[in-house]
Structures are given as structure tokens and as C-alpha cells.
């Protein structure tokens, strides 16, 4: 029996029930089969794609163009899974006309269910258009990669009573501008709770503990395709990335000694039409 779309209304009731919310980033069609067939809650087609599908140094250079394309890829996939589409960097900043156009290009052109933005109290204002235009807007505080260079790099945020409190006032605003969910990343655990417990909304974690409303990960993470960098928020559920390298090795050694492909991996001829050859 298929599972019924995943809905906002139904993300709230979790929250108010204290049933944990599933997140995992997606960036294709097969991937986004997969999580939906798992059952995970909401699938993310984040910006994150800039670093572990094309290979950039930061999520500063995907375009617009880039992110519809892979929200697309990710829609053809996904029946059940509430799609969130990552707003890339100045798709959003430059005015609130802006925002909404680009927004809409999520829901209308890519076939998402919501957009998520980062930024704090700056950007609830910017939350409010997007969402007065009937889009759902999932915020994001704490490190946020798009301006890590203002944040000095990729550092906890929080840490002090001074940031804290400018935290908790973010998720206020964000929360009254008309959020749905917001992510909270590479904050204190103890702030995440507090602020969780607080907010009527629902709230993600990714390394902002365990008593956020759900959490998420990469999948590229969280299955271990991507090596470059692993940060410590992360859990490794299995490592891919030898087991691939592993499998292709043996292909490639088949090929070079003439065992692939077998008569098992080939077609015959009608041994009476080749003959006639």
C-alpha cells in the first residue's frame, strides 16, 4: 500500500505528537526513489549539490538553473516525500520581487512543495513575501554555508549568550513571517532545545542535537560517496565509496583480460543466418 503524500498539517502533528521528523538531502531520480520507497518524511534538494555532485568548493556557485534541474530529476522520483528545494545563493537576497519570482519557479517549474532559505530576523521579511505569494518557506539559521565568509568560516554558531540570544529572536521571526520548518545548523544543543521548545514549528537538526523535531543529513554523507571532507555531525551508515571503487577495479581487470563479457552477457546468431553471411 503506497504512502499518502507527506503534508505540512501532518509535519505539525509530529511535532505536537514529539514523533521525530526524517530528513535526507537528494540531488536525482534514483536517489529520491529510494528515500521515498524507505519513507523518508521530507527530501531536501539542497544547495549542498555544489559540493558533492559538482565538485565546487562552496554552495556560492550553483545557479538557479542548476537547482530546478536537479528539483526536477528529484520530483520524477519522489511520490510520497514532501519536496523542499534549496533557494540558491542571490536568488533570494536581492529584493522580495525577486524571491517570490524564483520561488515560484521551485513549485511551478520543478515540481517541489516548498523553497528553504537561509538567513535570520534580515530575511523574515523576505519569508513573509514568498509566503504571501502561497509558497511554503522552510527557514535556516545557525552556520549558513551561503555566507560562511561572514561567519568567518564553517563554525559553530552560538556559543555565546550574545549570538544565542540573536538566534532565538531569528526563530521568532521567522516563525511570526510565516516559516512552516526551520534547520538549525552547527548550533549548541542546548540552544536547539531550548529554541524547539518554543517554537510551534517544527525544527531540523543537522548538528544542533538530538532534541530538534527531526533531523537531516546528506545522503551523500550518510552513505559514504563523498570523501573530501567529513564533518563531525555526520554519521557514516555505510561506506560506498571503497566498496565502489572495489567493483569497477574488478571490471576494469575483466575487461583487460578478455573475461567480460561472458557468453552470458551476449546474444547469438541463428547459427543457419550466419551461415548465409
Same mark, same amino acid.
Given at each position: ?27 536525482? /531520480?534514483?536517489? +529520491? ?24 568548493? &562552496?554552495?556560492? @556557485? ?10 526536477? #530529476? ?35 517549474? +520543478? ?22 505569494? !502561497?509558497? @511554503?518557506?522552510? +527557514?535556516?539559521?545557525?552556520?549558513? @554555508? ?16 550574545? &549570538? ?5 529572536? &531569528? ?6 513571517? !510565516? ?27 543537522? !548538528? ?10 546528506? /545522503? ?16 557514516? /551508515?555505510?561506506?560506498?565509496? @571503497? ?5 569497477? #577495479? ?15 552477457? &551476449? ?11
Amino acid at each position: 500500500m503506497s504512502r499518502k503524500k507527506v503534508t505540512i498539517a501532518e509535519l505539525l502533528e509530529k511535532k505536537q505528537n514529539q514523533q521525530k521528523i526524517t530528513m535526507v538531502t537528494a540531488y536525482d /531520480y534514483p536517489t +529520491a526513489r529510494i528515500l521515498d520507497q524507505v519513507g523518508i518524511d521530507t527530501i531536501l534538494v539542497g544547495d549542498s549539490l555544489a559540493n558533492v555532485v559538482l565538485g565546487y568548493e &562552496s554552495t556560492v @556557485p550553483v545557479t538557479m538553473d542548476e537547482m530546478l534541474y536537479h528539483c526536477r #530529476a528529484v520530483a520524477r522520483g519522489v511520490n510520497s516525500g514532501f519536496i523542499i528545494g534549496d533557494m540558491p545563493f542571490l536568488s533570494y537576497q536581492v529584493s522580495h520581487e525577486k524571491a517570490v519570482e524564483n520561488a515560484g519557479r521551485f513549485i511551478k517549474e +520543478a515540481g517541489c512543495d516548498a523553497v528553504k532559505l537561509e538567513g535570520g530576523s534580515d530575511m523574515a521579511s523576505t519569508v513573509r513575501a514568498i509566503v504571501r505569494a !502561497g509558497i @511554503p518557506v522552510c +527557514a535556516h539559521i545557525g552556520l549558513t @554555508p551561503q555566507t560562511a565568509t561572514m561567519l568567518s568560516g564553517y563554525k559553530v554558531q552560538g556559543k555565546n549568550a550574545e &549570538s544565542a540570544r540573536k538566534l532565538i529572536q &531569528s526563530a521568532k521571526d521567522l516563525d511570526e513571517a !510565516g516559516a512552516f520548518m526551520i534547520v538549525f545548523e552547527c548550533i549548541p544543543d542546548f540552544l536547539a532545545s531550548r529554541i524547539t521548545g518554543d517554537l510551534k514549528i517544527p525544527t531540523i537538526g543537522i !548538528g544542533a542535537g538530538k532534541d530538534c523535531d527531526g533531523q537531516v543529513l546528506v /545522503y551523500h554523507d550518510l552513505v559514504g560517496l563523498f570523501d573530501r571532507f567529513t564533518p563531525k555531525f555526520v554519521k557514516q /551508515y555505510i561506506n560506498l565509496t @571503497p566498496m565502489i571503487k572495489e567493483a569497477i #577495479a574488478k571490471y576494469k581487470a575483466d575487461v583487460e583480460a578478455g573475461k567480460f563479457p561472458g557468453p552470458e552477457h &551476449s546474444f547469438s546468431m541463428d547459427k543457419q543466418e550466419a551461415d548465409k553471411l
